[in-house]
């Protein structure tokens, strides 16, 4: 209700804004949601719109927008009032008001009313449910607003006009619903006026009147009575609408129970329960109504006709063959509106009764009795109860005592109702007694107060006329038929079922059931044949007595004995929990259980062992008294009321034997396992047992592998580091494929018993050696489906076994044979393992094999292995599944061999032959099926290791060729240089190339003197932002290579950035190392000190030789780790001056040299064959690592050896800071653990000296003194440099012992220099220290006594291991016989280089050259100087030194010795390098005139030769190409007859033999007298070179093809 009278229109704006937002938490809907009316004061228009106008809160929200205001109204207030209290808000369906819906009126006041409020208001408050909400504000009365609000307080009162009405609302909101609340608090009262109505034998419709509390909605549940467990509760919810038919279907005929409880917001009323009978429903009785209409009103007769007297109808089911209804109404005269045998119908009954009238006048109600009893009841039926209904409202003017004895001699039920409010209780008791009056006479008498409620009389009236039919019945019928077929089943302890035969005999309307052993009856439904009983007692004899109800006596009893059952326990299990224990449980068969009873024997001899009780809540118990190995018998009783007892329940159990504890892994390698596990320990344990461990082995698919037996006193060789050996036990197993994954299983076994199955899963590792394998294999389309599938998943599990995920290692490659052989996966695409495995899952079989000829296989096997590694062992492994291996494969077996291919061939044959190996070179396999695949996997992956272990020549040959460490450089002057370490034979001469993604830029083929490190200089002018490849090559005097390679990047400022490093020797062979072996039991048993084969050695002396070689103070053999501190405490200006100091320490060193002097030792030890007899640290060198460390650790140089200066400085520049804080706990940790420093170097498999340099610039925010001590009892050494803010005493715990000596204090890095010696003497000094080995390192086999150390011992094992023992020492006995010679020994160490001997004798001259030492005497201009001198300040060449030079290339001019020319002009002076050594003073050169000359002259020549060289091979070439065009024409005409590879090969010969070599630079030329190097200065005869060589070295391949 808002103020629609303010013309302001700000005022209206805040109007409509309060009522949004009251409204916008509504959720308005028409149904069973909010609903919202508008109303204003205006007298004539006050309804805006009613609660029926919007359903949802859309067009609510629109009709707000188009409220407005209106001139000239007069507020109306009290007027509103009462037209909302009285029209509005009536639950009438007129304005959409709703009953049990609680009200809420917001008034909003802006002005005073112009009529009394005071009235209108209590009236409207007066209604029940209903709460105000007041907003005044402006000139609106506060008498006013407090009289519609109830009181002041509640009036929401706004000062300010109408600004920032809106803002009311939240306040508003609140009032509202704390008025709400106590709405909903107020208790509901229960649901009354039930009213029964029976639509079918089945059906009932229950009904009552609606309720005026705010009730939300009504839970109902209805089940039948004295039905046991067996009734079943039924439940319903109900909506507030509902109340006038709720129906319940599916009813049997027996008595029901329904309950009813109303529901509000918080408040729930007390339940109410009606109880109804189903045998009612077909009830036949003739009943007749007298009606008394004089003196009644309008309102009075609709009550009396549509309320009482439908529904009285509806109680009954109406029919000719269930009851009739006839109606009489009556005044001065009766008349039967409603004949008993004309209406049969409900639905006409209904109709009639819709349709009546009445006549008023005097009440003649002996008249009307007298009317029922001669034309009322004349057509009635017989044998059916007559009932008579008198409902009047006052005393008869006539006699109705005549009558009414008739009626009742007659055998008519009389029911008496009197209604009226005028009616004495005083007078009704007079009357009760007052024999002239009608009440004596009558069997049921009522007192209604008024016609409304006439109604709620119904549901008694027709319980009590159902009574009155069944002893009508009673007294009238014969006894009821007797059950038939009365039968029990399904007994049990405690309940037990009864069945009979059904009967079609509409007397009867259910059953009666009751037992001896309680008082109480169960009825039940005639459409039922079965019941159950329960709650009975177990084992006790039960006498049921059944008998039949309905219309008529009830039948005879049938009586059915039977005795219930005693169950005895459920589900009686037995479990081991320990070794000499057992836990037995069981269920509970009926809670009349009181005890339990629990036997325990052994079942081979029945002997009792335990006899154990439980009460009735326990239902499990344990026992210790059983043994491992035995088989038991369980017996559980129930025991029941007076001891009843029943059956054993039986359970057997065999006991397990102990699982073995602990069963993992131990070491795992590529074919092998090392399994462990805990020894059995029990104490019913005996000599006499027989305990074996059972292990089997599954591959991923659950076939199995291997099975091994274990015998238990079997007993363990102590492995190094383990001192458990009597409690654990070691199993190996052998045989597995790499990279598979396998699932283990252990069980122990004694006297036919097992334990229980302990499980693991472990993955062998894959082959993580450097080889090369080409899988070739081919696959017939002849091949069923499933010989397929078996091919591909070999193949793939072949593939699996390799690690191929590091190119430095396997690389695979796979390919497809057929007419036109496909690779199928490449070396790069099985680095994805997922690709790899994919791509091989795809194969298919493919036709053209059969087509194969030797020379094309050998052709795809040679492109195969094109890019091969060099020292590396090429594995072909072929997979033949229709061709013949001797098909495909050269005549010669070692053909392949030579060019350090193994052949493994497996080959599928209809007859089994044996496998053929002809030693590393061919391995062959001859299989019967295809599921034989899997049992030559691991033989044939062996056979690829093996080939490594012992490689073949050329491999061997590649290997000792093979350069070390090459590395590339930026100079200063922006040229490149490249470095690496020679291999350990000296190669006849090197081939440089560089190339870039697209082609080969250039390629130099040079000779280098014998040096242990070579290095390289060459020209750049490389583009920026691009990827190059530098290759160096090899080549022995039988033309021989091994390559290497190292990729590098140059960035936009044309810097370069090294990729990828090609593997050193070293790291290749500790990658062959790197395989895990586990030795035999024998192996190790044989492995003593008399067993050595190799002489003990002190490595202390080599060390020593070769530091003293290298002129180092530094120890050969040991590990220098520099950890330097880059957190915040250290400044940028402080890292560069660290950075300084770094490089001049480590170079003060001679690390380099000392590298240099330990591979010299090595490579001595090679050519003298005894390289084994030197221990490998004697040829370690020193390894150096550089770790930089802040919040975390990082590396910036991995521990390395064979380092060089320059390279060292690299890593030493590339240091930056990180910032943050100093873990330096965190860092020392990372030493020790990481695999970049000391995790994975050779210090855990060589006896190396560890040294660790901590630099660090303040306190560590960690704990560093608990890794520090850790990393020393590893025997590592801390030296520690503390710059600024340092803890002298924190810095003393982490250095070494002594701290004067391993911890120095600085102030600033400005002092570090001088600092610099004594740092270097302490690293030198640490170096030479014995490793010092702590407690947790040292064996625990060592004797301690008295607080001595005793001598080293050997474990004490058991007895039963009969170890024998060594006794007394014997009497010395006499000298033997000189035995006979031993082998010769290995040849000792290199001497000494002896005197340069005396000069040889010239040998033949060679062919000539294009252009050689005479041609270039006779260019050379005769007034140039004859004196020879190099150039380069390098040792002079001898002529021994000539004898080794290689082939000669066609650019560089180092090959070439010229004479000495004339002095030239002075050069730019260069960037300064660092200080060499001063070499020999030079000689004056020639003039630059002369020089460039004689360099245009001699570079001319050379052009000439070249082209003239090229022309004549140009020639060549299409004469050859002519004389194949014809010799194809000739093929293709005549067929193939031998004839072309003859004719082919006779052309080349004749080839050769006119043109002879075809490369000058296979031929030396005549050897003359050293001369001096010249430089060709022509760029352009460069160019023209460069070109024409790359022209004819294609048009000589494309020939020879």
């Known amino acids: 209700m808002v103020d629609r009278s303010s013309s302001f229109d700000p005022e209206l704006l805040e109007t409509k804004c309060l009522l949004r937002n009251l409204t916008a938490h509504f959720h308005v809907a028409y149904y069973r949601k909010v609903r919202i009316a508008l109303m204003n004061f205006d007298e004539n228009q006050g309804l805006e719109f009613s609660f029926r106008r919007y359903s949802d809160a859309y067009t609510y929200d629109r009709a707000i927008e188009m409220f407005s205001s209106r001139s000239g109204v007069d507020n109306r207030v009290g007027h509103a009032l009462t037209y909302a209290s009285q029209t509005v ?148 919810k109900a909506n507030v609408g509902q109340e006038h038919r709720i129906r319940l279907m599916n009813l049997d005929s027996t008595e029901y129970e329904f309950e009813v409880v109303a529901h509000g917001i918080d408040q729930t009323s007390p339940p109410v329960t009606v109880t109804f009978d189903m045998a009612c429903a077909a009830t036949k009785v003739d009943a007749l109504i007298l009606l008394d209409t004089s003196n009644l009103k309008d ?105 009414a004895k008739k009626l009742r001699a007659d055998g008519t039920s009389l029911f008496y109702i009197e209604v009226g409010s005028d009616v004495d209780n005083d007078d009704e008791v007079r009357q009760a007694g007052n024999e002239e009056g009608l009440q004596p006479y009558a069997d049921y008498s009522y007192f209604v107060e008024s016609y409304e409620y006439l109604d709620h009389i119904q549901y008694n009236m027709s319980r009590q006329i159902c009574d009155e039919a069944f002893g009508y019945y009673k007294s009238v019928y014969q006894p009821l038929p007797v ?141 210790t008294s059983v043994y491992p190995g035995y088989e038991y018998e369980c017996r559980v009783e129930a025991v029941y009321v007076d001891d009843v007892a029943s059956g054993p329940t039986r359970a057997y159990i065999v006991t ?53 037996q274990f015998h238990n006193n079997t007993r363990n060789l102590p492995l190094q580091g383990r001192n458990d050996h009597d409690q654990t036990f070691f199993a190996i197993i052998s045989n597995l ?186 391995h062959r396999y001859i299989l019967d099926g295809f599921d034989q695949f899997n049992l030559v996997l691991n033989h044939a992956v062996i056979d690829t290791v093996r080939s490594d272990e012992f490689p073949l020549k050329r491999v061997e040959i590649e290997r000792e060729l093979l350069p070390s460490r090459l590395t590339v450089y930026q100079e200063s002057a922006g040229d490149g240089a490249a470095e690496w370490w020679a291999s350990h034979e000296w190669p006849h001469h090197y081939r440089i190339s560089l190339k870039d993604p697209v082609r080969v830029l250039w390629s130099h083929n040079v000779t280098l003197p014998r040096r242990l490190q070579l290095r390289y200089s060459f020209t750049s002018g490389l583009r920026s932002s691009t990827n190059y490849t530098l290759v160096l090559e090899s080549f022995n005097p039988q033309d021989v290579s091994a390559r290497t390679t190292v990729d590098f990047r140059t960035n936009f400022k044309h810097r370069w950035t090294i990729v990828k490093r090609a593997p050193t020797r070293e790291t290749r062979s500790k990658t062959r190392n790197s395989l895990v072996v586990i030795q035999s039991r024998s192996q190790r048993r044989n492995k003593g000190k008399r067993g050595r084969t190799r002489p003990r050695v002190r490595p202390s002396k080599y060390l020593k030789a070769i530091s003293e070689r290298a002129n180092s103070c530094l120890m050969a053999g040991c590990n220098v780790v520099f ?56 040829t370690y060198g020193v390894g150096l690592s550089i770790v930089q460390y802040a919040e975390q650790a990082k590396v910036v140089l991995p521990m390395m050896t064979r380092l060089t200066r320059r390279q060292i400085n690299q890593y030493v520049n590339s240091m930056k800071l990180s910032g943050g804080g100093a873990n330096t706990g965190n860092a020392l940790d990372f030493v020790r653990r990481s695999r970049s420093v000391f995790g994975n170097n050779s210090t855990r498999s060589l006896p190396t000296r560890n040294i660790v340099v901590l630099v660090t610039s303040g306190k560590s925010e960690d704990n560093a003194s608990h890794q520090a001590i850790k990393l020393k009892r590893e025997g590592a050494l801390v030296f520690v440099v503390g710059v600024k803010e340092i803890n002298k005493q924190w810095a003393n715990t982490i250095a070494s012992n002594p701290p004067s000596t391993f911890s120095m204090e600085l102030n600033s890095y400005d002092l570090l220099d001088g600092l610099r010696e004594r740092v270097k003497r302490t690293i030198c000094q640490a170096s030479s220290r014995r490793k010092k080995v702590t407690k947790s390192s040292r064996s625990k086999f060592y004797n301690k006594k008295n607080g001595t150390k005793g001598r080293k011992t050997t474990p004490r094992l058991p007895a039963r291991n009969l170890i024998p023992k060594r006794g007394i020492h014997g009497a010395k006995g006499d000298r033997g016989i000189r035995g006979v010679p031993g082998p ?111 360099s245009h002259n001699i570079c001319q020549s050379m052009i000439d030769a070249y082209e003239s060289k090229f022309m004549e091979e140009m020639k060549m070439l299409k004469r050859v190409e002519s004389s194949i065009n014809i010799l194809r024409d000739q093929l293709e ?44 200065g022509c760029e352009e005869a460069n160019n023209v070179l460069e070109r024409t060589s790359d022209t004819h070295q294609t048009s000589m391949l494309k020939v020879r093809n």
């Open 483 to 623: 059950p038939t077929n009365v039968r029990v089943r399904d007994i049990r302890n405690t309940s037990f079922e009864i069945l009979w035969d059904g009967t079609e005999s509409e007397l009867i309307t259910g059953y009666t059931i009751s037992h001896n052993g309680t008082s109480e009856f169960f009825t039940t439904g005639k459409h039922r044949t079965e019941f159950t009983l329960y709650d009975l007692l177990p084992g006790h004899i039960y006498n049921v007595s059944f008998q039949a109800k309905g219309y008529g006596k009830d039948s005879a009893t049938v009586h059915v004995i039977t005795t219930t059952a005693i169950f005895p326990p459920l589900g009686v299990a037995v479990e081991q929990i320990s070794q000499g224990s057992l836990h037995i449980s069981w269920q509970a068969p009926s809670d009349a259980v009181i005890r339990y009873k629990v036997s325990i024997f052994i079942r081979q001899s029945q002997q009792m062992i335990q006899t154990l009780y439980a009460d009735k809540y326990t239902n499990s118990v344990d026992t």
């Open 89 to 236: 808000l009536q639950p009438n369906g007129a304005y959409g008001s709703r009953r049990n819906v609680a009200k809420v009126v917001f008034v909003i006041l802006g002005s005073d009313s112009q009529d009394y409020v005071e009235q209108a208001a209590r009236e409207l408050r007066g209604r029940p449910y209903l709460v105000t909400v007041v907003v005044g504000y402006g000139d609106a009365k506060e008498a006013s607003l407090a009289a519609i609000a109830g009181s002041a307080d509640d009036v929401i009162r706004h000062t300010d006009g109408a600004n920032n009405l809106c803002d009311l609302w939240l306040h508003a909101h609140e009032l509202m619903w704390k008025k709400l609340r106590a709405l909903y608090s107020i208790p509901l009262k229960p649901p009354r006026g039930f009213r029964l109505g029976m639509s079918h034998s089945t059906v009932v419709d229950m009904k009552w009147s609606r309720p005026d509390d705010l009730v939300n909605y009504y839970s109902i549940q209805y089940r039948p009575l004295r039905m046991g467990e067996d009734g079943q509760i039924v439940k319903m």
């Open 1384 to 1494: 010769k020994g290995a040849s000792g160490l290199k001497g000494e280089r002896g005197h340069l001997g005396p000069r040889g004798l010239p040998g033949p001259p060679g062919p000539p050259c294009l252009i050689g030492p005479e041609q270039i005497k006779e260019i050379i201009p005769r007034e140039a100087s004859t004196e020879r001198t190099p150039i380069h300040r390098h040792k002079r060449s001898t002529s021994d030194d000539f004898e080794d030079l290689g082939p000669v290339g066609p650019v560089k001019s180092e090959a070439w010795l010229g004479v000495r020319g004339r002095r030239g002009s002075r050069g730019y002076p260069g960037v300064q390098g660092h200080p060499g050594l001063q070499g020999v003073k030079g000689e004056p050169g020639a003039a630059i005139a002369s020089l460039e000359e004689v």
């Open 1533 to 1576: 005409t005549n067929g193939y007859q031998g004839s072309f590879e003859q004719q082919l090969q006779r052309l080349i010969r004749g080839l050769n033999d006119e043109d002879g070599p075809s490369r000058a630079n296979n031929f030396k030329g005549e050897k003359g007298d050293p001369g001096e190097d010249v430089r060709c």
């Open 737 to 922: 494929a790499p990279g598979r994954r396998y699932n283990a299983t252990l069980q122990a076994q004694m006297n036919e018993q097992t334990s229980t199955l302990r499980t693991l899963q472990f993955s062998a590792l894959r082959v993580n050696l450097a080889l090369d394998v080409a899988i070739l294999f081919e696959m017939a389309p002849n091949l069923q489906d499933r010989d397929v599938i078996m091919t591909r998943e070999f193949i793939q599990s072949f593939a699996n076994c390799y690690a191929t995920e590091d190119s430095n290692n396997v690389r695979l490659q796979v390919v497809q044979l057929s007419n036109r052989p496909v690779r199928v996966v490449s070396t790069d695409e099985a680095r994805n393992r997922t690709l790899l495995l994919q791509e091989l899952a795809e194969l298919y079989s493919k036709a053209g094999t059969s087509v194969l000829t030797p020379d094309t296989f050998k052709e795809t096997v040679m492109k195969t292995f094109a890019d091969s590694r060099s020292g590396v062992p090429r594995i072909l492994f072929l997979v033949l599944t229709n061709q013949h291996y001797s098909n495909l494969m050269p005549e010669k077996e070692d053909e392949l061999a030579k060019e350090g291919i193994t052949s493994v061939i497996l080959q599928m044959s209809h007859s089994s032959q044996p496998p053929y190996s002809n030693q590393s070179m061919m």
């Open 299 to 403: 309102a009075e007769f609709e009550w009396l006709a549509r309320g009482f007297l439908k529904s009285f109808v509806d109680g009954f089911v109406i029919g000719w063959d269930a009851a009739r209804i006839g109606i009489i109404l009556y005044a001065n005269e009766a008349t039967y509106v409603a004949p008993l045998s004309t209406f049969t119908v409900k639905q006409e009954l209904m109709w009639r009764i819709d349709q009546l009238r009445f006549d008023g006048g005097s009440r003649n109600t002996g008249s009307a009795l007298s009317f029922a009893y001669f034309y009322g009841f004349e057509y009635v039926r017989r044998d059916v109860p007559k009932i008579l209904i008198v409902v009047t409202n006052g005393e008869s003017n006539d006699d109705v005592t005549r009558t």
């Open 1123 to 1178: 950890l330097i501190d880059g957190s915040n405490a250290t400044r940028s200006h402080d890292l560069n001056l660290l950075k300084n100091w770094l490089k001049r320490l480590i170079n003060s060193l001679q690390i380099e040299a000392i590298d240099k002097a330990a591979e010299y030792k090595k490579r001595q030890a090679i050519r003298r064959h005894v390289l084994h007899r030197l221990p490998p640290i004697a």
């Open 656 to 708: 397990d034997l102990p699982a073995p504890q602990d069963f993992r892994v131990f070491t795992v390698a590529e074919t092998q396992v090392q399994l462990e596990w805990k020894f059995l320990r029990f104490s019913h344990y005996q000599t006499h047992d027989k305990l074996v461990y059972l292990v089997r082995l599954f591959d991923e698919k659950g076939n199995q592998v291997d099975e091994r």
